[in-house]
DNA sequence: GTCCCGCAATGGTGTTACCTTTCGACCCCA
DNA sequence: TGGGGTCGAAAGGTAACACCATTGCGGGAC
């Protein structure tokens, strides 16, 4: 996730329009010059369009002759661009955003893992099993900071581990959705027990290079989440 | 997949420096400047630096003062970027983004297609069965081309029926990847009936509301896809 | 009254010139 | 050898300009 954005003039510009943009508060249609820009903002023309040029190029607008900076519809912004999921997360969409995370989520990581299980490094796969045990411990002792931090470590190995430069550019998002998820008050004050087993299996099997396993394993740690899910209106296909 | 780019200056500068980064041909650490940009291109300032903007908001380079433009290593690259995606599968990485694509396909597709049973309109319930049935005809008929552009329309209108607007996302991606599959020669003459049949079997699904079904049926769908992948050095987990 | 044509206002596009700020390289001296 | 100071390269930012694609309005013809 790019931490930048803060020092240059363009960040503040950036920020500002990015969120009223993904938030709604400026809608489809709506138009703005680069003269309005630079009043509101007190920057330069140069600042004005090259922001204007980065938010084009994330699909938020498209910029005409005559007609100013039109503000794009949702269906063409770049939604996997991690500013965009950032603003959406950070704005009222955040319920939404993070449905759609967790989708992906669901879908991305147990494939993921069973590459991992075939591509991961040596060091790679003793990592996994330490990081296995080590949730164990924590989670038993209910260290719930610590936990979320080695989770979000196994899971960004697994992602990472995968060979797979898309699943791997995932990791961030996923780390945001574990946090996201922790401060919305959705896990339970001690991880139970049915996760810990899940991780270590996951590791299990990954470390061993069993591929079907992995996958099925981390299919089954997903579940829980999906049913953590449940309040934020996510569906919980357990019945057809 | 944005066909602009050629109307401004912009986007042949973006275009030849997007491509080089991504090719490989300008490596990690190396670094440009305005000016020889300016030189290179015959542009002014103001383009090279909108465009370095555009190369920097898709993390393909980083810009310091003092220091010039430098490129960035792969790995903070917005692999998701559209545009990135389209000059990988352009130049010498082609097989590796067919491959990450193609695996991220066969993680989203089936939980797009369940999440499509339970969220599709009635109209999209109607046409999915129509686009299967179509795709019978065609493919017995061995009318490739049009069979390509009805798989393309079927796929699509699964991953936009999903109600996940990231899912979505990707529909122009598996465009993409469908036509490369195709003009790679990796597809029969004449479709398999097994395929045909896969993708009823995921429409009927469909449209009856079975989301696990749905799921499944596409999982076989994209067995087949595995498959027809492997000569590009995609691994096949068919035993572990 | 309607339709078409043309003109003028608008606002992005591209260029140039200029000043400011940063920080890497190099040199000098301890 | 190494620490610190100076210099200058290159981006950051501002300003003012010519240019031109739109578009929307107004006027004239029918």
Redesign the pocket.
């Known amino acids: 996730m790019s931490r930048a954005g803060f020092e240059?003039?363009?960040g503040a510009v950036l920020e500002a329009i990015g969120r009223e943009i993904t938030e709604g508060e400026l809608a489809p249609g709506d138009t703005?010059?680069?003269?309005g820009m630079q009043g509101r903002f007190g920057?330069?023309?140069?600042?004005a369009?090259e922001t204007?040029r980065i938010l084009e190029s994330m699909g938020l607008v498209t910029?005409?002759?005559?007609?100013?900076?039109t503000v794009q519809d949702a269906a063409s912004w770049n939604v996997f661009d991690p500013r965009v999921i950032w603003w959406r997360l950070a704005g009222s969409g955040r319920d939404a955003q993070l449905r759609s995370l967790t989708e992906l989520r669901i879908a991305v990581e147990p494939l993921a893992a069973g590459a991992a299980a075939y591509y991961a490094s040596a060091e790679q796969r003793t990592r996994i099993v330490e990081l296995g045990a080590r949730l164990r411990g924590l989670g038993e002792r209910g260290l719930l900071a610590d936990f979320l931090d080695a989770d979000i470590a196994f899971h960004t190995l697994l992602l990472e581990a995968s060979g797979n430069e898309m699943f791997a550019a995932l990791a961030d998002v996923v780390a945001v959705v574990l946090r996201g998820r922790t401060r919305l008050g959705l896990m339970p004050q001690q991880p139970v027990p049915e996760a810990l087993d899940a991780h270590e299996n996951v590791a299990a099997a990954v470390s061993s290079g069993q591929y079907r396993k992995a996958e099925e394993a981390m299919r089954d740690l997903l579940g829980e989440v999906r049913d953590a899910m449940a309040p934020l209106g996510v569906d919980d296909p357990s019945l057809d």
Request: hydrophobic letters at 35%; charged letters at 35%.
């Open positions: 240059s003039r363009h703005l010059t680069l003269e920057v330069s023309r140069t600042v369009r204007m910029s005409r002759r005559r007609v100013g900076i």
